[in-house]
């Protein structure tokens, strides 16, 4: 089983919200990551975390808070976002760091 | 610097038709080379991989990958395109020393009856 779960599927949501997105995976991978995508555009690596603890922060701004709580699960809240920040947001794991990723659905974000 | 490039941004083919998407990367040493799909609207599949051993690598759905060191490319290839194989192509690079991870800019692939 190689599947990553995301949700929720598609968000809408304000520039004064707050919200989180989940990710999951029950491989027993130990590296999770986060990744931003613009249309027509490749994923941009945003953070990663390994065995838990945030590896790589790719100088994201402070209104993207990554969170892994636990090995099998990923969060990324959002606050006080802006209209740029409309993405799919793709979450991956893999084994270790430089492992194949394995890649989920993604949340479609749209911010107003 | 590592890098990736895609030297197509799009490209049409007929159904039925041979297909082969480039990818040429820069990096020092030997990299670790993937290739991914990507459906309009959805996260990213794996067909491939190579990491080192034999430099002809089978992935799924009927497609393959060369890894040619004196060329720094791993072009993929597939010999009769199915019009689901219209999408997104990108070639993806990590190195073993936790290097930056590299996607391409992509591929589009336009599949005409």
């Known amino acids: 089983d190689t599947e990553v779960t995301q949700t929720p599927k598609h968000l809408v949501m304000g520039m004064t919200n707050k919200k989180s997105l989940k990710c999951e995976q029950h491989m027993g991978h130990r590296a999770m990551y986060w990744y931003k995508q613009k249309a027509k555009k490749p994923p941009e690596l945003m953070f990663v975390?390994?065995?838990?603890?945030?590896?790589i922060n790719e100088s994201v701004p402070s209104r993207f808070s990554p969170e892994c709580p636990n090995s099998s699960l990923l969060n990324l809240h959002l606050h006080a976002l802006q209209p740029e920040d409309s993405a799919l947001y793709l979450c991956a794991s893999s084994q270790t760091l430089g492992e194949t990723q394995y890649f989920g659905p993604g949340t479609r974000l749209l911010v107003l | 610097a590592q890098s990736v490039t895609q030297p197509d941004i799009h490209i049409t083919v007929s159904e039925g038709a041979s297909l082969e998407l480039r990818c040429n990367y820069s990096?020092?040493?030997?990299?670790?080379l993937f290739w991914y799909v990507q459906s309009p609207g959805q996260g990213l599949q794996l067909l491939l991989k190579y990491f080192s051993g034999d430099t002809l690598v089978q992935g799924i759905k009927g497609f393959e990958a060369e890894f040619k060191r004196s060329q720094s490319s791993f072009n993929l290839r597939k010999p009769s395109v199915h019009w689901s194989d219209a999408a997104e192509y990108f070639c993806f690079m990590t190195t073993d020393s936790w290097g930056k991870l590299q996607f391409g800019a992509g591929t589009q692939v336009v599949v005409t009856p």
């Open positions: 975390y390994s065995y838990e603890k945030l590896s």
């Open positions: 990096y020092g040493a030997t990299p670790y």
